[in-house]
């Protein structure tokens, strides 16, 4: 039950981020005018949908604790009626936590949503007054009209993916004055990945079936963006080509646009490896000035990549694939995984010599971690193989925590191992030598014309950088002869060799981070003191897999006899929670009286939604079949069986 709302309700909508002390969370960039630059990564782009999303009837404020740093006790604010915390990923659950209890002793009512919010809301749950799970398009109004009525509920939860022409153009004005301050505006294009990868939560959050925003809107977006003053754009979508046609319309407006404009945005976003076999789509996105891209190659090992159904990436050619990509002025900010059932301690020298021999400008490497909810983390935790240290330190949440039980080595080793690796790539030697290989590599030069720098911009560059950077005469020595020779082979990629080379940066300093209290994460692990995963694995992987058979007729059955077909993911729900409560972990394969208790769930949602089950006629066939069509292809299924995991962790607490 809510207080009485003001008659104009005070909203603040707060991005969850980490503490700014830790300087590997700002991005360094070299501006030709400003010179060296630290800025927050990204525009709160989540906080500023929901800004667009209400009414004006509230009054909305937005503070993004990546760019203003973590609200404290003692940080200067006013009064607000309603607080929304936007949380992005699960290594922010202490401050979210702390922003939930900071709210509500100040008589807020606190809510929370979010990627980490709708992976796992049993984390959340008794911290804030209200979750919201899963998008928020059709919620969050539902929430404010409600808190107006004077009651809202503990869980709002959108079951059913909604079309992104439902998605408002964001309203930045709350933050506009920095724009300045952020190294990549955000807009986002689709919501949704065809593919399926055993360690990704993507699917179960978005939906598998890609939904798209309308190119008109895109475009517009792009153009705010620009005239807030933003040096560049990432395009938020988890594969911004996973419908090559569409992407290629998006593409076919950017590029005319960005030409148009002072001074060309530079652009980012995320990409699977079919990039290489479409020139199309590689001449569109170097010609509208993609400089980088996020490329999940995981390995450069085919079992490894088969174990992690990364299959789109098992190909005959990966080397050339990638060289094929760069061959475009794109350069791939390539991402890594050790710790595969598949790698032994070999892999450290051979993923170093295949990432040297790639040129990639950018990379990442990560240990292996299995998300909860994913494919991975239902198979390790059937196998007892997931734990993290009984004196993992809480309290330094960039400390390295692993939850997996590698077979191949020891965590030890795979600590060690990821250790060596990730600090021989981040030499200025190794990433000197992969960033003039890259250069060097460039075929088709993009088709865009960003200003020339002289040779009294990089001296700029190279002077600031060997103060604020600690250069030793060698490393100065590396970076200069690197510059000098992009200058003599391809002087038009000046912008983006200092572009890599001040990522190179940022993952040193983010490394030094992660390692800084290493010979205490090793003594704990090497200690053998684990606390074993024992969550549930409440929607049995046999009854996944069935529901696919099934499903149509659940959808048709609902469909037909519910007297508002909009209710069928919420009856849908019902039936699936219902069900796997009742047969639990032991269910193995779908027997003749499964399908009779489904049909009587159905007809249950049915009747307590006004319904008359079976009272209608037969659908036509070409009706049913249409249903059945559009339960296939909805991804439905996916967000339900989520859902259902999320009901049933609920129970218990």
Excluded at 385 to 414: C, E, F, W, Y
Excluded at 435 to 462: K, M, N, Y
Excluded at 597 to 619: I, M, Q, T
Aim: hydrophobic content about 40%; some cysteine; glycine content about 6%.
């Amino acid at each position: 039950m809510a207080p009485s709302p003001p008659s104009k309700p005070r909203i603040l909508l707060v991005q969850c981020g980490p503490d700014r002390r830790h300087v590997d969370r700002e991005t360094e960039d070299f501006d030709p005018e400003r010179g060296l630059v630290k800025r927050a990564t990204m525009t709160p782009l989540a906080c500023a949908t929901l800004a667009a999303l209400t009414p004006d009837t509230f009054t909305v404020d937005i503070w993004d604790e990546e760019l203003h740093g973590q609200l404290r006790v003692d940080t200067p604010l006013g009064d607000y009626d309603i607080v929304g915390v936007s949380v992005m990923y699960s290594a922010l659950t202490y401050q979210a936590r702390f922003l939930g209890g900071f709210f509500r002793d100040r008589g807020a009512t606190v809510v929370a949503g979010g990627p980490a919010i709708s992976a796992a809301p049993e984390d959340y749950r008794g911290f804030f007054d209200a979750l919201f799970v899963n998008e928020a398009e059709r919620t969050w109004p539902r929430f404010l009209a409600d808190y107006l009525q004077g009651e809202y509920a503990p869980e709002y939860r959108q079951i059913d993916k909604p079309a992104l022409s439902e998605s408002p153009p964001p309203r930045w004005d709350g933050i506009a004055a920095d724009f300045p301050r952020y190294a990549w505006g955000s807009v986002q294009t689709t919501r949704g990945c065809p593919f399926d990868c055993s360690f990704c939560d993507v699917i179960y959050l978005y939906g598998r079936k890609q939904r798209h925003k309308p190119v008109a809107q895109v475009l517009e977006e792009v153009r705010s963006h620009a005239a807030l003053g933003a040096e560049g754009v990432f395009f938020a979508d988890d594969e911004f080509i996973g419908d090559a046609g569409y992407a290629k319309e998006v593409l076919a407006g950017l590029v005319p646009l960005n030409r148009a404009l002072p001074r060309p945005l530079r652009f980012f976003t995320q990409v699977t490896m079919n990039l290489s076999r479409d020139a199309q789509l590689l001449e569109g996105m170097a010609d509208a000035n993609f400089y980088t891209v996020v490329l999940g190659i995981e390995s450069f090992d085919p079992a490894a990549l088969k174990e992690a159904q990364k299959h789109q990436n098992v190909r005959a050619d990966l080397m050339g694939d990638l060289l094929r990509i760069q061959a475009h002025g794109i350069g791939p900010r390539g991402s890594f995984i050790v710790g595969f059932d598949h790698d032994t301690p070999a892999v450290f020298d051979s993923l170093h010599a295949n990432i040297q021999r790639s040129h990639l400008p950018w990379v990442v490497v990560a240990p292996l971690q299995a998300p909860r909810g994913t494919k991975l983390w239902t198979r390790l935790r059937a196998e007892g193989r997931l734990a993290t240290p009984r004196k993992a330190h809480s309290k330094d949440r960039g400390a390295i925590v692993l939850n997996v039980m590698p077979l191949g080595m020891t965590r030890p080793q795979l600590l060690e191992g990821f250790r060596d690796l990730v600090e021989r790539l981040s030499t200025w030697d190794a990433a000197c030598e992969r960033i003039r290989g890259f250069i060097a590599g460039i075929l088709r030069f993009p088709r865009v014309e960003e200003p020339v720098w002289s040779e009294t911009v990089t001296d700029r560059f190279l002077r600031e950088a060997t103060g604020a950077w600690a250069l030793t005469s060698a490393e100065r020595a590396v970076l200069g002869d690197t510059l000098a020779e992009v200058r003599r082979t391809a002087p038009t990629m000046l912008p983006r060799a200092v572009f890599f080379l001040a990522r190179n940066q940022n993952e040193r300093r983010r490394h030094e981070r992660l390692f800084t209290d290493f010979d205490a994460v090793l003594a704990a692990e090497r200690q053998g003191d684990f606390i074993p995963d024992t969550q549930p694995v409440y929607v049995p992987a046999t009854f996944a897999t069935a529901m696919r058979d099934v499903f149509p007729d659940l959808y048709v059955r609902l469909s037909r006899d519910l007297p508002d077909r909009r209710d069928v993911p919420e009856a849908s729900r019902d039936v699936l929670v219902d069900f796997v409560s009742r047969w639990g972990e032991g269910f193995q394969t779908l027997q003749p009286q499964h399908h009779e208790f489904l049909r009587e769930l159905c007809d249950a949602a049915v009747a307590a939604r006004g319904g008359h089950p079976g009272a209608l006629a037969a659908l036509a066939a070409d009706d049913e079949q249409a249903l059945r069509t559009q339960a296939r292809r909805t991804g439905l299924l996916e967000a339900l069986l989520k859902d259902v995991r999320d009901e049933l962790a609920s129970w218990g607490r």
